[in-house]
T-cell receptor
């Protein structure tokens, strides 16, 4: 069974559209994250949640809205997509003092 | 903002040689972690070292941590072609805030 699964794996969409990426973890972890990896491979934290509560919101535009319906899920909705949003988005989960598990990534291409 | 800085940015070695990657960070941490990322894949956790630990081993991996210098190193011994990947350090400040460095791209030539 996949520990952290995110869908879709690839997403190609036009500028101005709204899209969502889903993430689910079956590890029972309390903390979940969203990261953005740009073309230079920099991994930048976007959000972290602990038990469905937002902990970190790292100066991400308001067009990005995370939603955590329960502690096993952390979805990312993006409004009015821009060319600069093209990147690979990773979901991850962890618990205190233990390394994180990452999803396989969602490659978003905005055209 | 990024927390860690890795060096070198890229490293190319022959199979059987050792590879050393370094990571420096800026703020206090609870622990520091190293991850591997193969091309087009997600990150895989390799090893975690707590702030009160100085050295840790796992198989062919050896990690050191110097909190006075705010630096860590990852040593991979007897490297293999399959070790070719990008390696990232991540600092955990203990408040659900895990931040990554820019990564080192390791190429191991057969």
């Amino acid at each position: 069974d996949t520990a952290v699964s995110q869908t879709p794996k690839y997403l190609v969409t036009q500028m101005g559209n709204d899209k969502s990426i889903k993430c689910e973890q079956n590890l029972g972890h309390d903390t979940m994250y969203w990261y953005k990896q740009d073309s230079k491979k920099f991994l930048k934290i976007m959000f972290s949640y602990n038990n469905k509560e937002l902990i970190i919101n790292e100066t991400v535009p308001n067009r990005f809205s995370p939603k955590s319906p329960d502690k096993a899920h952390l979805n990312l909705h993006i409004n009015s997509l821009e060319l600069g949003d093209s990147a690979v988005y990773f979901c991850a989960s962890s618990r205190t003092g233990v390394g994180a598990f990452f999803g396989q990534g969602t490659r978003l291409t905005v055209v | 903002s990024q927390q860690g800085e890795e060096d070198p940015q890229a490293l190319s070695i022959q199979e059987g040689e050792n590879a050393t990657m370094n990571c420096s960070y800026k703020t206090s941490i609870n622990n520091l972690q190293w991850y591997r990322q193969n091309s087009g894949r997600g990150l895989v956790h390799l090893i975690l070292i707590r702030s009160n630990e100085r050295e840790k081993h796992s198989g062919r991996l050896r990690v050191t941590l110097d909190t006075s210098k705010k630096s860590s190193s990852l040593l991979i011994t007897a490297s293999r072609a399959a070790d070719t990947a990008s390696y990232f350090c991540a600092t955990d400040a203990g408040n659900n805030d895990m931040r990554f460095g820019a990564g080192t791209r390791l190429t191991v030539k057969p």
